[in-house]
């Protein structure tokens, strides 16, 4: 790795320094919010001038590096693999693991949600109210739902027409599925001179996009003091009290996810669940303050490489690809949601519509894309399906941005997992 990201382990670690920015956030967005309130006048100018800006712009740097890191890591992902029989077996067993633990995932979402109904007794009065604050941008989300294609379109645009479109548009999977062509087209074609430039050249486009992306991650506490300022000064803890069942529902599926289920992949792998989370809580604290699996991509695979010690032939690969196909959490908010909504407005979902509920989930885990809140289409998208009004999702968006924290920290925490498992009997 570039010399720039290896430099972050000395001194005092990065990771406790955005935790450091994230708690001074927290608790001065809660005094700001107590004291004046977030519809104060300087409160509303500091957040939309000063933090909101500093934030976007952080992630602005991220995402600029990450569609070159992502088409030049898998390409020399497999293209070091040398066989492509072996990509193969490495991409059955991803698959297989994606939706595997995916729907274990949704799984223990919906029986929670079930038994727990968090949604159950709601006051008429503050749905209307949860409504109103988020109408505007509940209408824009339902909108580009009502656009999206079909389920045969969505299969046929993951081959791209024209990649350089797919690029400029942010089609994440149908760029990726040109850079496996290329990797392959190269595995291939192993042996001329010409190929041996290009990938010597995809090797320094992923050593440049790493170096770069190491100097803008050391902005990174910065950037998480301005996210948990805004979150903190403009809603305080009201909101999450007024949605606390459905927060705690979520939280508590997201967390018996990591600790059960990861746990019992980890020793399966052949490693200690509490040694492997302690290498890997950088990545956590990172997917916890961006909120993002594609802005923690690149300290995911210095994660992986330096902490976790596994081949690079494979963590390129399944990281890349899971960052924005093995989703476990999307999935399990996803499903835990529109029940949510469903027992809010007394809708009953029989078992059939539940289970049709489980796999679209299991589904858009895989093709949501890993930016802050690119799941909520997907939810609109769902709930439309059952006979849930879309424009119900106004009502979680106040405390969407906390649950994509959380549901965040487990997509990327699992890729690392998936990572892990396959690379059990894998070498360099």
Known sequence: MAAAVADQSKGFPLHWKMAIGFALGLTLGLLVHATAGADSAWVQWLTRYLTQPAGTLFLRLIFMLVLPLLFSALIVGVAEMGDVRALGRIGIRTLVYTVVVSGIAVLIGLLLVNLLKPGEGGDPATAQHLLSQGSERAQAIVGGTRQKPGAMDLLLSLVPDNVIRAASSN?????????????VGLV????SEATATFLRAMEGLLGI?????GLVIRLA???????????AALFGWDLLIRLGSYVSVVVL??????????????KHAGWSPLDWFARVQESMVMAFSTASSNATLPTSLRVAEEKLKLPNKVSRFVLTVGATANQNGTALFEGVTVLFLAQFFGIQLDIGQQLLV?????LGGIGTAGVPAGSLPVVALICAMVGIPPESIGIILGVD?????????????GD????????RGERD
């Open 221 to 231: 506490p910065y950037a998480v003091f301005c996210f948990m300022f805004n979150l």
């Open 253 to 266: 599926a997201l967390a018996l996810h990591m600790v059960v289920v990861y746990s019992a992949v980890l």
């Open 358 to 362: 489980m796999f679209v989930c299991i």
């Open 209 to 213: 996009s790493m170096t770069l992306i």
């Open 188 to 191: 291939l074609t192993k042996g």
């Open 171 to 183: 089609d994440i999977l149908a760029v990726m599925f040109f850079a496996l062509m290329m990797g």
């Open 416 to 423: 690392l997992v998936l990572a892990t498992a396959v690379s």
């Open 401 to 413: 941005r906390f649950l994509d924290m959380c549901r965040t920290t487990l997509n990327v925490t």
